[in-house]
């Protein structure tokens, strides 16, 4: 993989799945590696979370020298951050990566910087951490701030999961890419906050993880988990006059044939949106 085309604006998806490593006969099509994605716009490279599909974008990386890469949290449950020490170009001179997240209200008042090296690489980490070779850079954020990263615009906004999470908006000549996940919906409105942040985009990531009849199941409902369904997203996309839906952060007991036929029955209610697929790439210009 080479630089980012400066033409290019597209989100790459590396981890799909929700909550915890799914590997396994029954999810090589869809994948097992939980969030993470990779947004390629204005030439930069902007990966947003660091689930276990982050190994694989290092893997994809693997050559390149001299790499300036920008990583953004929504949070820091273990499906987005465990694939952080085994990103091979952490352990390489020369490359440059910037960290951006809000801190958790529990920890603080720890910088980004503290609670990064003390909880996010965790000493109980399999690898040895003690030797990172990249120059790090962070950058802490509050729910609501807008950056930019080279000419991306980058806005965040507030979503409804336990300890917090932040959504993000991309945006660059008049298009965005919106991540959203994990969140859950509202049982009487739509949450105005993703509404807002994702209002006329072209594609929305969002946290899908189960089906309305999952979510309402009365031997096991998922009220109050801080996840939503397929058909969230979907009303959230026609409200917000957003082009695509991805429904991502699928539930790991969701087989490829659960996956199939959720995927079927989106597309009979909105075309051109899809599920998240594993090394998939979607474009803004598609
Ligand atoms: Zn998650
Ligand atoms: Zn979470």
Redesign the pocket.
Known sequence: MTKPALDEFVVQFWGVR??VPSPGFETIRYGGN??CIEIRAAGKRIIFDA?TGLRNLGKELEGQTNLELHMCFTHY?W??IQGLPFFDPLFQSGNSLHVYGQVPEEVRPMTLEEHFYHRVLHKDSPIPLANLETNIFFHELTCGETFKIGDAEIATAPLNHPNGAMGYRVSWQDRAIVYC??TEHYPDHLDENILNLAKDSDILVY?AMYTDEEYHDPKSPKVGWGHSTWQEGLKLTKAANIRKLAVF?HEPNHTDDILDSIAKDLAEKSEESFLAKEKAIASVFD
């Open positions: 929700g909550s939980t969030s689930g449950h499906d987005h996940t994990d946290d952060h």
